[in-house]
């Protein structure tokens, strides 16, 4: 079935690292192959470039008159027009600089309004969710959590039932699985909230890198990402969407920058973004953050999507057709996943796996249960699984190089001798 062979396609950018050598058991080298782009992406080769221009160019932000502070001034706004733009922000919304996807789901979740009675804004998640879109709403808000079911279609009426239950005031709902990449409809998900008088903010970590996403074409409210997930480095991420949750709320972090006036016993506070972006701001990660938006964004989106789903089906029919492999699954109607696709090797540890890939084959997937304990949990996968993954700089040849390594382990296990020490699966 599908495709049988894709080892002529070529990455769709070009990304740093990609020349890296990994030195292997037997002696040999070979080009790192890196299939865990969905923990963290490399940053494009434009991304670098950039960084390398404007690092001569750092100065205060904001606060200082001197040249190069008004240069990084301009720079850092000019970013935050760019990301904004990226995830299609409306005239009114706000773009706030966090440091990630984790950073902006807290600072939301510290602005959801309360209920009348005063208790905290009820707040609705999937048990399909990365911790970073569970756990700040258990902890900030009223969070009640769904179950997700067998198909999409159903998932969605479970939403619907549970949203006409009790007056919600946030639907907090992930863009693309992490673990299976999945994805639900969007337009309808945003439908049934804003029926219920719901808003809706997407966990976009797993979707901004892999799809053109629209904050106004969908109609979602809010959505958090992460720079280093789309091919920026670490430390810049972004919360877009409504500007009046995020004036009135409780500022993310105190501090300078934040505030308009401090006095002894009193303090008044900006509205956002500048009320959430207490402390020295991260420029260069917002300039390399604006770079990545602004060469996806390049990108013929049609030629993207075939790239992606020409990988990852490859992928998905390699892998099934080894024995005691198994890819996971939540729904059987998901349409349109994106590259990230999980599974397990009957048998075998999903540590040990892991480990002989990057020791015999030169090859990185990340194992284990993905900050995603609940859902693995219900897939019953308690013990982990491997995670393989690709982007815009994920070549054929890296997808074969991995369905041939497995075939070999399932045919004859590994070669070298492996061992748990301190935890980790090790030569
Ligand atoms: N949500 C999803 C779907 C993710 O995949 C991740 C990262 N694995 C996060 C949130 C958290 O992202 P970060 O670690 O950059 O905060």
Do not use: M
């Not at 008044?268 to 300039?287: K, Y």
């Amino acid at each position: 079935t599908g495709i049988a062979h894709v080892a002529d396609v070529t990455p769709l950018l070009p990304v740093v690292g990609s020349d890296t050598l990994v030195p292997l058991v037997d002696g040999r080298s070979v080009p790192y192959a890196n299939l865990d782009v969905a923990a963290s992406a490399p940053a494009l080769a434009s991304v670098a470039e950039r960084v390398t221009e404007v690092l001569p160019l750092y100065a205060s932000v904001h606060r200082g008159a001197g040249y190069l502070s008004q240069v990084s001034t301009a720079l850092y706004e000019a970013s935050r027009r760019t990301i904004g733009g990226f995830v299609g922000a409306r005239a009114d919304d706000v773009t706030i600089i966090t440091r990630n996807t984790t950073d902006s789901l807290n600072l939301l979740a510290g602005c959801v309004p309360a209920r009348a009675d005063r208790g905290p804004g009820r707040v609705l998640v999937l048990d399909v969710e990365h911790h970073a879109n569970f756990l700040p709403w258990r902890r900030s808000a009223d969070a009640t959590v769904v179950a997700s079911r067998d198909s999409v279609a159903a998932t969605v009426d479970a939403i619907r039932d549970e949203l006409a239950l009790q007056p919600y005031a946030l639907l907090a709902i992930t863009g693309a699985s992490n673990v299976t990449g999945e994805r639900l409809p969007l337009d309808e998900v945003v439908r049934v909230a804003h029926d219920a008088g719901a808003r809706v903010v997407l966990d976009g970590a797993q979707l901004v890198p892999h799809r053109r996403f629209s904050l106004e074409d969908t109609g979602a409210d809010y959505v958090a990402f992460s720079g280093h997930k789309t091919y920026a480095p670490f430390g810049a991420g972004a919360l877009v969407g409504r500007r009046d949750w995020l004036d009135a709320g409780t500022p993310f972090l105190a501090g300078g920058g934040a505030v308009r006036q401090v006095g002894v016993d009193r303090t008044t506070w900006h509205p956002a973004p500048a009320r959430h972006e207490a402390g020295s701001p991260n420029v260069i990660g917002a300039v390399a953050l604006a770079a990545a938006c602004d060469a996806l964004a390049a990108v013929d989106p049609d030629e993207a999507l075939e790239h992606e789903s020409t990988l990852r089906a490859r992928l998905v029919d390699g892998l099934s057709d080894l024995d005691g492999v198994q890819v996971v699954q939540v729904w059987d109607d998901a349409a349109d996943p994106v590259g990230v696709v999980t599974f397990g090797v009957e048998g075998h540890d999903p540590g040990l796996v892991a480990a002989y890939l990057s020791a015999e084959h030169g090859i990185g997937v990340r194992d284990g249960r993905f900050c995603a304990h609940p859902l693995l949990s219900r897939l019953g996968l308690d013990g982990g699984a491997i995670r393989a993954s690709v982007g815009v700089g994920t070549s054929g040849d890296e997808i074969e190089r991995l369905v041939g390594a497995l075939r070999s382990f399932v045919a004859e296990g590994p070669r070298a001798q492996y061992a748990v020490v301190d935890g980790c699966w090790t030569v």
